[in-house]
């Protein structure tokens, strides 16, 4: 069963929710997609960690059989080829990987080199198995890193949970793809709507079963639960703002370790999901 | 003209609201939201025009046609990006589809053309201040060249402005990269959580290779003082001028729920915020 947390944006509390909910678990897998800015191991503490680098591939040219023609330059839609001073140079920034220049060079002049990209780091911590991909600084896109997380986890009964990239983008679609429920963390604020609004309209476009999980509620008024209640969507739970919590996860500590209240929070949540997951399925898989 | 960028590295750290406040206290004639993915930015600086909006046209797209379509599978073979599948007949899977053209160049019988794709919305809003904006499409993948777009479109409507404030986008990836190109100086803010602290050293090490001006603030920095402590720690070690600290104030959530920037109501964050303002105007203006 897999589950994928997102929220429009950063700092809602995306890592909280599936990081708690990982851990509230009897067994479960935690996959830490936000690529960009890995913040999970720091709660969870993986041991054991095992490295692979993820590397994509970069044309490299061989000058000595180039005939000048740059078929490769104008091919790339990319504009990461040049022809300046008789050579061609490579920007390996923008390439997008997509080989055309190496199939195309009727010189067979290109050939394709790993360049690393970024690593994913596999560690377990008690009951949680814990995948972190990491994108190295100055590179452009963390996609073939997400896919190699999601594929690296072949076991698709146990419990994992997805702790996405913030945002709507491709990098968040390639995150949900598999997924077979999508929670969607909100904060109660005009900003929090505006998000929520649009990882609503992603897991609508992908046809998932979702629920909300309303983060950081004051006893104020509560747009986001607005959006919620008007548009008939389930809200899964509601999480106290409380100074508590917030020491809590600013010193990154797991909140359901350390305090029963959160600990049954997060149990119920877990359970509901859990069936609405099961009732998902039986409608639709009767 | 010149260019301040905000940025957070991550989202959440009040990085609008920061944007928001330094706009109103500027009076800035010029500013624009790069985060093109989730813009925030109109919801706190309301307009009282209607906005200009262009369609923006990401990298064309794939498109099969299944009656010349030979079945040979050589563009599926080909294609890095598993965009191509084979059901009764071939299909592109829109969003995987990275408009690279492979499968264009390859196919033997000319069954596959690029076609324009909108990918976006560009919106500008012209009233004395110029206010450049925009919004990506779902599941559109290039949001570098769309924040390109956002800063130029800003560009080419100023007639004349001392100031442009910019609200980055969130992370370290292709937009951010987009956004830091070209500006004068790029103001980080910075949240005092271990995952905050992460995320900062992480879009520090993207900012110093871009040779831009860099300043820190701390926002709800009462949340947690000893990483706050660190975060200070850190900036003296690393030279980095850190220009102040906002408190967390549940003013400021009622402020922005109301679509007002956290100066336009008394707040102690509002405070705060107008010192870091200074600050870091002082900074953009020295020469070096
Ligand atoms: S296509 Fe090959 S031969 Fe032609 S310019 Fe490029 S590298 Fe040189
Ligand atoms: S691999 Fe594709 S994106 Fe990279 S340089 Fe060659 S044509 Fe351009």
Redesign the pocket.
Known sequence: MRIAVLSGKGGTGKTLVSVNLAAVAKKSTYIDCDVEEPNGYLFLKPKKIQTEKISV???YVNESLCSGCRK?VE???????AYISNKVI???E?????????LLCPQKA?T?NEKVIGKVEKGINDNVSVFTGILNTGEASGIPIIKNLLNGDSNKKELTFIDCPPGSACIVMESIKDADYCILVAEPTLFGVHNLSMVYELVKLFNKPFGVVLNKCLDKENPAEKFCVERDIKILAKIPFDKELGDLNSSAKIAVKENNKYNSIFMSLLQDVIKEVKSYETTVNP | MKQLLILSGKGGTGKTTVASAFIKLSNAKAYSDCDVDAPNLHLVMNQSSQAYNSDYYGLPKAQINNELCTKCDLCRQKCRFDAIAVKEDYTIDYFACEG?G?CEALCPVDAIKMKPAVAGELMLYKNGTVFSTAQLKMGSGTSGMLVTKVKNQMKEAIVYADLAIIDGSPGIGCPVIASITGVDMVLIVAEPSISGISDMERIINTAKKFNTKIALCINKFDTNLENTKKIEIYCNKFKLPFVGKIPFDKEAVNAINKGQSIVEIKCEAGKATKEVFEKTIKILDEEI
């Open positions: 591939k970069i044309p490769c091919f790339c839609k990319f504009n990461a080829l490579v920007f390996d923008v390439c997008h990987s997509c080989g055309g220049c190496s290109i394709e | 690279c492979v």
